[in-house]
């Protein structure tokens, strides 16, 4: 149990984020979500072109769904495929607007620190019953009870570097170079059509873009398109085809394996990218590590995302030091040992810090691992949500129904993931099932 005189603060409201208050609402404890963006869903937002690859059953929650449903909510077709942006507009805005939640809902609320009342990273007599303090950029201090962090990974793309570290050039080039699911053909259609693109990852978003930027080349004569992965196999961003049980996903890869075979996509595999080179004219030169080089016009880098733990500084932590994950969880997610086998139902137990009532959930709770879905973080925060209500049969009674990719999507050789990190549709499903 808890401090119920508290709140249980929420960082972020996407999806799981707006989960988690559903849970707590339901559980009947006081809580507070703090959202950096202006409106539910923001993160989502930017990328809100893209269709997810798992339909609208797997990207409801159930707690959510209950009070939508309370609340006359038109539900829609649980087997259609939603983009960002109806994910948004159907879901996340209605569920934050409901008058059980929206008065618990701040937006332009950025956390900045955590810490605890009187008490610093040192100290330890007294700790678990200080109240958090949960600091906001505006100067802000808000005591809570508990901290549900599910602010994401978004805002923490990986680099371009072969080695984890910005490639040599990296910043100089940033003007010619795209964050992962550019709108190429809507939004950022300028920047890319008629010119040179190079696509570096090896995941759903570079997947995604990849099949964008194929349209606009049959729209736009002189748009070039080159696919750069840091492995010797595209194994993992085509996947399962026909045998996933995702068709979305499916079709995604299968798609991306025509445009290969047809040569509307030059691949480049085995190029682990060692700097950026910009000149006096408007492209850019990339050099892999083994003195290979590539010019281009544009770089779009689809290369995933990290966890930022910072606000955490002065809170005790226990992280796997290859993920960044909780400890706990990284045997079971972790892409060296797993690639689209199943994903152990997990908990309170597995996200448990040695910072008492602290719980990084969502896309955050996975560190670096590429393989997270929102169902996953669902039952998460419901594992959660009723362990801190007091109710442990419950919060230990997890339970997960995930879908099939039909086929391994990492490709393991000698004891090392061959991959380009995560993907940004990870923000919104994975590949593991």
Not at 60 to 77: E, K, S, V, Y
Not at 270 to 298: I, K, N, P
């Amino acid at each position: 149990m808890i401090n119920e005189e508290l709140p249980v603060v929420v960082i972020g409201a996407g999806p799981v984020g707006l989960a988690a208050a559903a849970h707590l609402h339901e559980r009947k404890l006081p809580y507070l979500v703090l959202e950096a963006g202006a409106r539910a869903g923001a993160a989502v937002s930017q990328w809100g072109h893209i269709r997810l690859f798992s339909p609208w059953r797997y990207n409801i929650d159930t707690a959510a769904r209950r009070l939508l449903d309370a609340a006359g909510w038109a539900a829609p077709d649980p087997e259609r495929l939603p983009t960002g942006a109806e994910l948004v507009g159907e879901y996340l805005e209605p569920l934050a607007k409901l008058p059980d939640l929206a008065d618990r809902i701040r937006y332009g609320a950025r956390v900045v620190a955590l810490g605890r009342a009187g008490i610093d990273r040192v100290r330890t007599a007294g700790r678990e019953q200080a109240p958090f303090v949960v600091r906001l950029a505006d100067g802000t201090e808000i005591s809570a009870s508990a901290v549900l962090d599910s602010s994401g990974t978004w805002d923490t793309p990986n680099v371009l570097g072969a080695n984890g570290l910005p490639a040599h050039g990296e910043s100089q080039a940033a003007h010619l170079t795209s964050a992962a699911l550019p709108d190429v053909l809507g939004a950022d259609r300028a920047d890319h059509a008629g010119r040179h693109t190079v696509v570096v990852g090896a995941g759903h978003s570079a997947a995604n873009t990849l099949l964008a930027l194929a349209e606009l080349a049959e729209q736009e004569p002189g748009t070039r398109i080159t696919w750069v992965t840091r492995g010797s196999t595209i194994d993992r961003a085509v996947g399962g085809g026909d045998a996933d049980a995702l068709p979305g996903r499916g079709e995604l890869g299968t798609g991306l394996r025509l445009l290969v075979d047809s040569g509307r996509v030059e691949l480049v595999t085995g190029f682990g990218l060692h700097a950026v080179r910009t000149g006096d004219d408007a492209g850019v030169e990339l050099v892999a590590t083994d003195g290979r080089t590539l010019a281009a016009d544009r770089i779009v880098s689809a290369t995933g995302f990290r966890p930022d733990h910072r606000i955490a500084d002065e809170l005790r932590l226990d992280l796997d030091p290859a993920l960044g994950c909780t400890r706990v969880l990284a045997p079971l997610i972790d892409p060296n040992e797993h690639s689209c086998g199943t994903v152990r139902p997990h908990g309170v137990d597995e996200l448990t810090q040695p910072e008492p009532g602290y719980y990084p959930v969502g896309m955050k709770s996975y560190g670096r691992a590429p393989t997270f879905l929102l169902a996953t973080g669902y039952e998460q925060v419901r594992s959660i949500a009723a362990a801190l209500a007091g109710d442990w049969t419950a919060a230990r009674d997890v339970q997960l129904d995930l879908p099939e990719t039909g086929v391994c999507s990492v490709t393991l050789t000698n004891d090392r993931v061959d991959d380009d990190s995560q993907s940004a549709a990870a923000q919104s499903g994975g590949c593991c099932g």
